[in-house]
């Protein structure tokens, strides 16, 4: 399977735990992106990054939350200390290298649901 | 003003007929427009993408922009019941890098 994997599919944390997410590119693939849908809510961007290098966290909330793109190795957006508020679908995309000015399309994975009790 | 605006529906359509949706961005900068279909508590499917003034078809869809009205939209012809789902219109915008912008999304229903 080619396409964009993330992982767990499910989570589940106890408030003031550690959550991370796992996110593989599809193929061919160099830049990630991620986004999360709060319940009956839009998809909203999260942040953006290519190996080693994070371009765009503007959507990113300022405390708790980070994300990595290693050299080797899936992205991870970590979220500490868990709070309700955080219960969502967190969903990867990947897009191809990114030329200046143009865009490509981003292909999303199957996301994965956390829940915070 | 949203950035990015859909009715939220539902749009309750009988099968085999055509399904409209419309889509409408504040941001003139915008450059690309993407329709993704969501069933429900599943992931965005990207079915459409369009990027120039005019029409694009691709088998049942076709996506139709207007940038000098700022709007976006997708037909469905042939609605099937297998078409039921959120569709969501996402823009980007060239002044904010690669990210997308996506709308609230329409809900579709196609009734057999």
Same mark, same amino acid.
């Given at each position: 399977n080619a396409g964009v994997m993330q992982n767990p599919r499910h989570l589940v944390r106890r408030r003031g735990q550690e959550a991370r997410l796992r996110?593989? $590119?599809?193929? &061919?693939?160099?830049?990630? =992106?991620? =986004?999360?849908?709060? $319940? #009956? #809510? &839009?998809?909203?961007?999260?942040? =953006?990054?290519?190996?080693?290098?994070?371009?765009d966290e503007s959507g990113m909330p300022k405390e708790r939350f980070s994300a990595e793109f290693p050299k080797e190795g899936p992205s991870i957006l970590r979220i500490q200390q868990v709070v309700r508020g955080d219960s969502a679908a967190y969903f990867c995309a990947s897009s191809p290298r990114v030329l200046a000015g143009a865009s490509y399309e981003q292909y999303f994975g199957p996301g994965t649901r956390l829940t915070v009790t | 003003q949203k950035e990015v605006e859909q009715n939220s529906g539902p749009l309750s359509v009988p099968e085999g007929a055509i399904a409209s949706l419309n889509c409408t961005y504040s941001d003139r900068g915008s450059q690309s427009f993407f329709w993704y279909r969501q069933y429900s508590g599943k992931s965005p499917e990207l079915i459409m993408s369009i990027y120039s003034n005019g029409d694009k078809e691709d088998g049942r869809f076709t996506a139709q922009l207007n940038k000098a009205s700022q709007y976006v939209s997708l037909l469905i012809r042939d609605s099937q019941p297998s078409d039921s789902a959120t569709y969501l219109c996402a823009v980007n915008r060239k002044a904010a890098g690669n990210k997308l912008t996506f709308g609230g999304g329409t809900r579709v229903l196609v009734k057999p």
């Open positions: 996110c593989s $590119p599809m193929k &061919g693939h160099s830049h990630v =992106y991620w =986004y999360r849908q709060l $319940p #009956e #809510e &839009g998809l909203k961007f999260m942040v =953006y990054l290519q190996k080693e290098n994070i371009i | -």
